[in-house]
């Protein structure tokens, strides 16, 4: 991935980083993505694809080497602490942390650029998020919409929210869709 990305010339890849284990509860049991005919915990589905330190560090060498930077959004603190330790340039806070101000305090104290995804939150819980983040001294935030719905329909990606957000939060922002 990191390679055919730097060979059609994008200027970063984004990952997603997590611990299996804490990702999803222990007690969820879903049909296996791999083996339908089977039911497991979904807990121990992450935990096939979750990548260890010397994974991540492989893969930021082999980026650097590409000229191509990764960064990634850590869904857990431990992934948070390795990402920035192994020098990620940036980070990407997810939708689903919007609201979860600790793990957001804790991105906005490590000085680096964040890329915070609205997903479904509302003006109040962006501001909230966006106070949180500043409260720790890191202004350099660029606001991320997300249509949940794939692939979205043009009707259902609500752009007209940028220009109130804009005003609201003086922050950038990404519009990410899978539209047809």
Known sequence: MIASAAQN??????????????????TVKAMDPDQPEQEIFLHEFF???QLSRGDY???FEYSRELGVPLFSAPFD???????????????KAASPDLTYLPFLKRV????????LSTGMGTNEEIETALKTIRAEGNEDIT????????P???HEMNLACLQESLALQSAGWIIRSHHR
Do not use: C, W
């Not at 603190?77 to 980070?91: D, T, Y």
């Open 57 to 59: 560090t492989a893969l």
């Open 77 to 91: 603190e431990e992934s948070l602490e390795m990402l920035v330790e192994l020098g990620m340039p940036a980070i």
């Open 108 to 115: 906005g104290k490590t000085g680096l650029p964040i890329v």
């Open 9 to 26: 010339g994008a200027d970063i890849v984004k990952l997603q980083t997590f611990i299996g284990g804490e990702l999803i509860s222990k």
């Open 47 to 49: 935990q096939r694809y």
């Open 143 to 150: 606001l991320l919409h997300r249509v949940s719905n794939y």
């Open 152 to 154: 979205s329909q043009y």
